[in-house]
């Protein structure tokens, strides 16, 4: 009895750790959507890049939320609204 314990409180600990890495993977990937949204506003000759990282950043944030369980029709919400940002910054000048 006390191993099958052990082997639970082992299992459930490595599933809280694997959800919370992936949490820490989608927060990390929204610091990094933030700061390449940052810099897209203020730069001039570094856009495409910075697109590309955009794009990249915002993709880690949606695995890194789907993989915790988020509803697929919230994860539509959010990427929607990442989408028309990085439109907005595509359609913006630089300032």
């Not at 990282?53 to 944030?61: I, K, M, N, S």
């Not at 028309?84 to 359609?91: I, N, P, Q």
Request: charged share 25%; glycine share 8%.
């Amino acid at each position: 009895m006390a191993q099958a314990l052990d082997l639970a409180s082992t299992s459930e600990g490595g599933i809280i750790a694997e959800a919370n890495n992936k949490l820490l993977s989608a927060l990390d990937g929204f610091e990094l959507l933030l700061a390449a949204g940052t810099a897209l506003v203020r730069a001039r000759t570094a856009r495409p890049a910075l697109l590309d990282a955009y794009d990249d950043a915002a993709d880690r944030l949606i695995d890194g939320l789907r993989d915790n369980g988020i509803p697929e029709a919230e994860l539509q919400k959010v990427h929607k609204a990442i989408s028309r940002l990085r439109l907005a910054f595509e359609e913006t000048p630089p300032g």
